[in-house]
């Protein structure tokens, strides 16, 4: 079955650092750009120039330092945004200019403050002038998911018509489900790209938490770009996580059959690298890169894991750059899992002694919530370990 390659755009320096409590500095961005650069994606949003001095020093430094990949920065319709952008993306190898406005009536009444027709010469112009300054120019439809379809179309034909090469289709509330997402990608697919060398993106919020799930859902019906951010940072509940995209693509070659440049050896390496700049790591359960991805406790999976890590382990934790799966002990733990840790220890028991120590290591683990290797050490026979014994 042939494969459709599908673009990961990475948001985490963009997006990502607009999550409370992300802000990364300078130095910071271009360590997190690195890991990036080599983690293979295809195109990195180092920021908003026009948003401070700062960000727009970020995107410049970036766009310095990365060399095989795409620097994408972002701007609003406005010339003044998008020539900052221009001037931050100067030194790019490989450059993007990201513009945007919002389509859906509630931003446009509340927020903008302007009429569709503003708004459809807002796109013109702002297209027309990015593509001046590179040959790659991105628009985006801010509140996609909540805009009239027909205008949204409309707005999109003109970006296109303008030079466009990229139109993101954002969720930008998290509001949409998978289903009508593969909808709303299928008919802009169908009734402004049509034929033209034009990519169909998508930019999803976790804000119900399906922003991988549509994410996916969008690729099945015809997107070729996602945008994520490593660990899933981002805006309120955040963005679709790429590591949780890649992997699923990776799994689920069977159903899903699409390939992308990333080094998945590289996912875990990059979420520790986040989680240190930032100061917070993800929660334990966090798929693929979560503490607890690839632990055990549990006595009847501990069995499964330690015959075949398939019975219960779908990728293997060395496949995003885990060093092995965790059997964790605990009162949920099995015999199979405590013989193999006291084998690893170098401590090797008769099956008399195995049931007594675990009779005590059960009662230990019933008033303790993490029992270590010097708990099960004293719970077991004086022995010489037997790789100090040979």
């Known amino acids: ?20 409590g992300c802000s990364m500095y300078l130095e910071e961005k271009i360590s997190m750009a690195r890991q990036l650069e080599l983690l293979g994606v295809d195109v990195i949003e180092a920021g908003f120039p026009f948003a401070s001095e700062g960000d727009f020093q970020s995107v410049a430094a970036v766009a310095r330092e990365c060399r095989s990949t795409t620097i994408a920065a972002l701007c609003r319709t406005v010339p003044s945004d998008i020539y900052r952008a221009a001037e931050a993306l100067k030194d790019a190898k490989k450059a993007r200019i990201h513009t945007f406005v919002a389509t859906s009536d509630i931003h446009l009444q509340y927020k903008l403050k302007k009429t569709r027709d503003e708004v459809l010469e807002m796109t013109a112009n702002a297209v027309r002038i990015a593509r001046g300054c590179v040959d790659d120019v991105e628009f985006s439809a801010e509140d996609a998911t909540r805009s009239d379809v027909d205008f949204l179309c409309q707005v999109f034909e003109v970006a296109v018509n303008e030079g466009a090469t990229v139109l ?15 909808a709303l990608v299928t008919t802009v697919k169908e009734r402004v790209v049509r034929d033209r060398n034009v990519t169909i993106s998508v930019h999803c919020h976790n804000d119900l938490g399906l922003a991988v799930a549509n994410s996916l859902a969008a690729v099945e019906a015809g997107a070729t770009q996602v945008e994520c951010t490593v660990n ?27 390939s992308n440049n990333i080094d998945t050896t590289q996912l875990y390496p990059a979420s520790q690298l986040l989680s240190s700049i930032v100061g917070f790591g993800v929660q334990p359960n966090k798929a693929i890169v979560g503490r607890n991805a690839f632990a055990h406790e549990a006595g009847i999976h501990q069995h499964g894991v330690l015959s075949n890590p398939l019975c219960y382990e779908i990728m293997t934790p060395e496949s995003v750059g885990v060093p092995k799966n965790n059997i964790v002990l605990g009162k949920h733990s099995g015999r199979h899992a405590l013989i193999a840790r006291y084998q690893e220890l170098g401590l090797i028991f008769e099956d008399n002694e195995i049931a007594e120590i675990y009779t005590r290591f059960i009662a230990l683990a019933d008033r303790k919530k993490n029992v270590y290797d010097q708990d099960l050490l004293a719970l077991a026979p004086a022995r010489i370990p037997v790789a100090i014994a040979a």
């Open 1 to 20: 079955m042939s494969q459709k390659k599908i673009s990961i755009f990475d948001t985490t320096l963009r997006d990502g650092e607009q999550s409370p």
């Open 168 to 182: 993101n289709v954002p969720d930008t509330v998290g509001y949409t489900l998978p289903g009508e997402f593969a």
């Open 232 to 258: 899933g940072v981002g805006e309120r509940a955040g963005n679709a996580s790429l590591e949780e995209l890649v992997m699923a693509i990776a799994v689920r070659g069977d159903k899903m059959p699409y």
